[in-house]
Nanobody, 114 residues
Framework: QVQLVESGGGLVQPGGSLRLSCSASGFYFSSYTMSWVRQAPGKGLEWVSDIYSVGGSTYYADSVKGRFTISRDNAKNTVHLQMNSLKPEDTATYYC???????WGQGTQVTVSS
């Protein structure tokens, strides 16, 4: 059974940092491109970042480039999203996913507010 479990969300002030983690099980994690996708209140899904299975290439939405860093640990079946210089517009539920395979976690809430 495929499971993706996110953690690390919370309330942070503007300019602060958070590190999201996603623990995967039930599939051959190291072979899959993994993504972070977010959904702000009242809005649709927004792709944030990808990390490829082969070579570990990373890609970012323009809105987070230079502030967020995606990484993975294939030995631990985990993917992380380091978020720095957070802005109120980063407030959203963040999902870990293998989009192509339609594997999604339950999401973790990130709120950026003073």
């Amino acid at each position: 059974q495929v499971q993706l479990v996110e953690s690390g969300g919370g309330l942070v002030q503007p300019g602060g940092s958070l590190r999201l983690s996603c623990s995967a099980s039930g599939f051959y994690f190291s072979s899959y491109t993994m993504s972070w996708v977010r959904q702000a209140p009242g809005k649709g899904l927004e792709w944030v970042s990808d990390i490829y299975s082969v070579g570990g290439s990373t890609y970012y939405a323009d809105s987070v480039k230079g502030r967020f860093t995606i990484s993975r640990d294939n030995a631990k079946n985990t993917v992380h999203l380091q978020m720095n210089s957070l802005k109120p517009e980063d407030t959203a539920t963040y999902y870990c996913a293998s989009v192509v395979s339609d594997y999604w976690g339950q999401g973790t809430q990130v709120t950026v507010s003073s």
